[in-house]
């Protein structure tokens, strides 16, 4: 079985044949910014205050995409700069590990688990996580956001722990290290 994979996409909507999209007419563009000025006036730090390491990365991965639509297809740098701004204060509550339910690592399988289940003795709280359950798409939505995030701004993966809280998240779903000792 083979599969052709398209390794040019990026952030941008993607069609074959055309690539990446990120010139779109000033009429889509204004929609785009009249869009994105209301969405990114919520409190995102709130908004992804959440009990769930799969909810609150679905926020982040929101208003990440929105960031990026604003600043790239609708070319509303200052707004999409105030958004990107209030997404890293909301992501430095993940990266400080100062979420509803911290992250711990569990040693028994070797990964970064919610300490959700663990807390509250419900093995279903935040889909299973605490017992490995759909990391990938738990933390996938926080490694995009942070992708964004290090995409407008590439100084924010070389600040404080923000790199390494991200490689922990990949490690854990998608380790590419055959001899990691901490992650399968």
């Given amino acids: 079985l083979e599969e052709p994979l398209n390794v040019d996409m990026e952030f941008a909507p993607y069609q074959p044949g055309y690539g990446s999209i990120r010139n779109v007419s000033s009429e ?5 910014n009249e869009a994105g000025a209301s969405e990114l006036q919520q409190d995102m730090s ?6 769930s390491m799969y909810y ?8 990440a995409g929105i960031v990026f639509a604003v600043n790239d297809m ?5 707004l999409a700069q105030g958004g990107l ?7 430095a509550r993940f990266v400080d590990n100062k979420q509803k339910f911290p992250l711990v690592y569990e040693e ?9 289940s663990y807390s509250t003795g419900d093995s279903g709280q935040d889909f299973g996580n605490s017992f490995y359950n759909a990391h990938h798409f738990h933390y996938g939505y926080h490694v995009y956001a942070a992708a964004v995030i290090a995409y407008l ?13 991200v490689n922990t998240l990949v490690r854990d779903y998608a380790n590419s290290i055959t001899d990691d000792p901490y992650f399968p």
Avoid: F
């Fill in 28 to 32: 889509a563009a204004a929609l785009i």
């Fill in 46 to 51: 709130e908004m992804s205050n959440l009990d």
């Fill in 56 to 63: 609150s990365g679905k926020e982040l991965a929101k208003y």
């Fill in 74 to 78: 609708g070319k509303n740098v200052s």
């Fill in 85 to 91: 701004e209030r997404l890293k204060v909301a992501m």
């Fill in 108 to 116: 028994a399988w070797g990964g970064a688990a919610s300490s959700a």
């Fill in 153 to 165: 701004d590439p100084t924010w993966l070389e600040t404080g722990t923000n790199k390494a809280w």
